[in-house]
């Protein structure tokens, strides 16, 4: 039988055993040592969200038969439905913009009505201002019928945030677009923020500026929802103008409107806000009918 031999390390003897500490650590002392570097300049990022709503939805271009050639329309917000039997045909009625010709988009074509969703069909029936504006911005199927569709790159942005602890010196942007708008990235935060577009550009190179999700030319494609930018500020820029721009504290800091149609409501009130230290007072407001509301924003600086 193979025997082998092995060392035996010898124990230390007792004089050599590390005796307890009798101090005891004192609790600030450990809460300290959790406070990193790292989640000390995460106080010093101004978050804010912008909703990107655009001004004017497409217009198909079509051949009317009033003007005799191809005209633009645009949508009249109505919905026409005919029923017969159980198929049901629905159309968004749109009006040359000349002769007020009116052409009937379709939107269902001999549609059974039990394979219809019911909050489908209740926006139908109620010509719900949501569901059609929806359509009106599906650009895809508005190409399927016309021959051109014109796209408009003018938006409102509406903007919210709080503010932070100290001067931020980084800036987080959080997108909200409820509908298509063909708005570049890059011109929207250059008109916005009141930098450049070389500045962007050369800042998203040398990774100052990160957008989520990433691409290829990702600052000249039209902006999207859910899309994420953090921004270096840069230090020779007026610091204090960008934050303003960005919307801190939670009041939009540029004038803006939404009409009632774009947020589907014909209610109408008007807001003036003055922001003051930490209060926001409200000096007009004029209501209408219906429990939605038409914004008003007007600038106090």
Known sequence: MCQRSFAVPALPSPENIAKPCSQRLSPAAILVNFLTEDQDSM??????????????APRPWIP???????????????????ANGRKLDAWLIYKCLDCARTW?????????VRSINSSLLGALQSNDPEWIRTQEFDV??????????????????YK???????DP??????????SPTSMRLD??????????????????????????????EILRRRIRHRTVITLDIPPDADRKAIIRAAGDGGVPRMAQSIPPSEIGSKALRTIKFVHSARRI???SRREGAGNAEHFQIFPTY
Do not use: M
């Open 187 to 216: 011109r929207l935060l250059a008109a916005e923020l009141g930098l450049s577009r070389s500045q962007l550009h050369a800042l998203h190179a040398e990774a100052r500026l990160q957008i989520q999700p990433d691409g290829r």
């Open 281 to 283: 007072s409200c000096l």
């Open 104 to 112: 009937n988009r379709p939107l269902l074509e001999r549609q059974n």
């Open 169 to 178: 010196a980084r800036l987080e942007i959080a997108f909200v677009v409820p």
């Open 64 to 82: 009317c038969g009033g003007c005799g050639s191809l005209k633009p329309f645009a949508s009249s917000g109505k919905i026409r439905l005919n």
């Open 160 to 166: 919210k945030g709080s503010s932070p602890r100290r």
């Open 140 to 157: 895809d199927g508005l190409r399927r019928h016309a021959q051109r569709v014109d796209e408009f790159g003018s938006v409102n942005v």
């Open 43 to 56: 106080c010093n990022i101004l978050r804010v969200q912008w909703t990107v709503i655009p001004r004017s």
